[in-house]
């Protein structure tokens, strides 16, 4: 056993390209802590590199925060 997917052998299966990117995945890449970095506007040291526009506000943040609290109480708890 190589330890290889058996998709592998499939000729019509070319990887990368026949899986396309999720959320789900990308949680396993740090892609949003990345993101939470950028929208909080803490990701680049340079300021010059910064784009405010893509920079939440911290009103913004507390409406998120409060939404969030709010989905609790209807998630299941299977989703964490």
Avoid at 55 to 79: C, V, Y
């Amino acid at each position: 056993m190589t330890g290889k997917s058996i998709l592998f052998e499939l000729k019509s299966v070319n990887f990368p390209d026949s899986f396309t990117l999720d959320m789900m995945h990308l949680l396993y890449e740090n892609i949003p802590a990345y993101m939470f970095k950028y929208w909080y506007g803490i990701f680049f040291a340079n300021d010059m590199e910064k784009t405010e526009e893509y920079i939440l506000s911290k009103h913004t943040w507390d409406i998120i925060g409060k939404q969030m609290e709010n989905a609790r109480k209807t998630m299941p708890t299977d989703f964490g």
